[in-house]
């Protein structure tokens, strides 16, 4: 019995050698998704979210699936960023001094 834990010990090393890479890169493929555009945030977490809630049932211990929920967070901290981002935009506009109809520069960039 001791010598398979000691195998599983040795394979979960290895794994962990191999696949350790995988979090770094994707929290910098997370990070830069929000670099080249803010509402890609949005995207990355629906997608990450539906995935981590699909593999719930599933063995959850796995190692991808726990690299998977910390990019999560990284993705749901992004896309608070880019909420609060819009919402200061909101708060700081002001109204032109002269009475002119016109579009929000907030609604033109939520519409980009």
């Known amino acids: 019995f001791e010598e398979s834990e000691i195998k599983a010990g040795r394979l ?3 794994m962990e050698d191999m696949l ?3 979090e ?3 929290r ?7 670099k080249v555009h803010a509402f890609s945030a949005v995207q990355v977490l ?15 211990s ?6 998977l929920r910390k990019i999560l967070l990284q993705a749901k ?11 200061k935009d909101i708060e700081d506009y002001k109204l032109p001094k002269k009475n002119k ?3 929000l520069t907030c609604v033109t960039n939520f519409e980009e």
């Not at 910098?28 to 929000?34: A, E, G, P, R």
């Not at 796995?62 to 690299?67: K, R, Y």
């Not at 901290?77 to 919402?87: Q, T, V, Y």
Request: charged share 15%; aromatic share 6%.
């Open 77 to 87: 901290r992004n896309f608070d960023k880019c909420i609060s981002a819009l919402i």
């Open 24 to 26: 770094p890169e994707l």
């Open 101 to 103: 109809i016109g579009i």
């Open 62 to 67: 796995s190692f991808l699936n726990a690299a």
């Open 46 to 60: 629906m997608m990450l979210t539906e995935h981590v809630l699909r593999c719930q049932n599933a063995d959850s």
């Open 12 to 14: 979960t090393a290895c």
């Open 28 to 34: 910098s493929f997370v990070n830069q998704c929000d």
């Open 20 to 22: 350790g890479i995988i």
